[in-house]
């Protein structure tokens, strides 16, 4: 048990980063849904979307790498260091290039009228993706508090700037349009706001990690490079996919939608807020994530390691249930955290939660190409995925719009799902409880079919039946632990 509390502190200290500070700015989705039209709000979401896909080849798949090699180098701090300075590199190539074809890459991204756009994005990627590493080095010390307080602090300083330039100069400038603190504000920059609090954020925490950057000096290896690209670059190739299955419908629905591209957008925009009503499984999954990565890496070598594996996956599945059930029962109330206007779009929403849990299983059965250097075949896992995205979302946009997507998500994650397993009780067989973890998901949306068949004449009465239904689940779950931890 001492093992799983440590593991549930860490997620815990990572999680209050993450669900605190990007619940606070999670509170900026109806802030913009109420402040921006659903065409506006569509810009955000497709330059986020790309964010996602840059994140990745800008950071290479170096931090998994990092946590693989770092306990084999009698001096690890060179294998930090080496990685640190080729991926400053990068981004400086990066931004140079970015800012050399400005003009053109804002003419074929439609948005030649503002190219500024482009540059302040492009200096956001940078700065985001020079802060990896010392992430990744906050978290194999341990320094789940410092990482965590960074974090909020850029969080909160994003939500600040974001509420004094879109809310609150508009009213300054009506009022007092002589004040001193509208000398930084623009009223035409409007929508712009948006991208300049996020990178003014993002500098900060830049500045907060550079005591990371200190380890620079302990030089580069050539060979500890090449031998971290043999490993990292396929985690590059996974992750490049993962941001793929993630993130790509969002700039498809743009292009495949079979309506004008004011309409595009609009659709495009309804269905990023609706995607947000997923934050409480997505901020789980990574909060897990960010204390699971290292302590599976840690933990590989002790007898037990491959049980502790199969518990710590029954106990993720539960949690992850819980929440899809809180939200899918309780969307009359999650609903009004968007505006009326992209309320339209909720079907998707315990689609895109049900996809959600398969990709936190993905991330648990991944341990198994990680510990056994066989990255390739993993990349090779996501790839089909990435495949399978693509024709899916090629083949249903058209059809369904972005309900198509949401459907291709979940087709994705769940393949992806079954593969790996496959895969990993050939190459590192864990005796994961299928049975037990197939009955929770199967209960779960049971649960939440059930509610759609019960017709209700009251909310009152809708609330009574959200928490009898979440009341079952959580007793059978009670029930199902009781008995494992009462055995001899």
Known sequence: ???????????????????????????????????????????????????????????????????????????????????????????????????????????????????????????????????????????????????????????????????????????????????????????????????????????????????????????????????????????????FAGVINEMLDRTLLKYLLPYSVEINMQQLGIYSACYKLSILMTLFIQAFRYAAEPFFFNYAHAADAKKVYATVLTYFVIFCMFIFLVISLFLNVFHYFIGEEYRSGLVVVPILLLANVFLGIYINLSIWYKLTDKTLLGASIAVLGALLTISLNSWWIPLFGYVGSAWATLACYASMTLISYWLGQKYYPVAYEIKRVSAIIVLGIALVLAKKFVLLDSPYADWQLSFALLTIFLLTMLLLEKRRWSKP
Request: with cysteine.
């Open 1 to 239: 048990m001492g093992i799983f509390k440590k593991l549930a502190s860490e997620t815990a200290i990572y999680g209050l980063s993450s669900i605190v500070g990007r619940f606070l700015n999670y509170l900026l989705v109806p802030f913009y849904t109420y402040h921006f039209s659903a065409a506006e709000y569509g810009v955000v979401s497709e330059f986020y979307a790309y964010a996602g896909f840059f994140s990745v080849l800008l950071v290479g798949g170096f931090e998994t790498g990092y946590f693989r090699f770092k306990h084999k180098d009698a001096n690890n701090d060179a294998t930090y260091s080496t990685a640190l300075i080729f991926i400053v590199l990068l981004n400086i190539a990066f931004y140079t290039l970015v800012a050399l074809l400005t003009p053109e890459l804002a003419h074929t991204l439609h948005y030649a009228e503002h190219p500024e756009y482009i540059q302040w994005f492009a200096m956001l990627l940078a700065f985001d993706a020079l802060s990896a590493m010392p992430f990744a080095r906050l978290r194999t010390e341990h320094k789940a508090f410092r990482f965590a307080s960074i974090k909020l602090v850029e969080i909160s300083l994003t939500i600040a700037l974001s509420l004094f330039f879109i809310a609150y100069c508009p009213v300054l400038l009506e009022q007092n349009p002589n004040s001193p603190l509208l000398y930084f504000y623009q009223p035409s920059i409007g929508l712009g706001y948006v991208f300049i609090a996020n990178l003014t954020a993002s500098g900060v925490k830049f500045l907060l990690l550079l005591p990371q950057f200190s380890a620079v000096m302990q030089g580069f290896s050539m060979p500890i490079l090449i031998r971290l690209s043999r490993y990292s670059l396929p985690m590059a190739v996974v992750g």
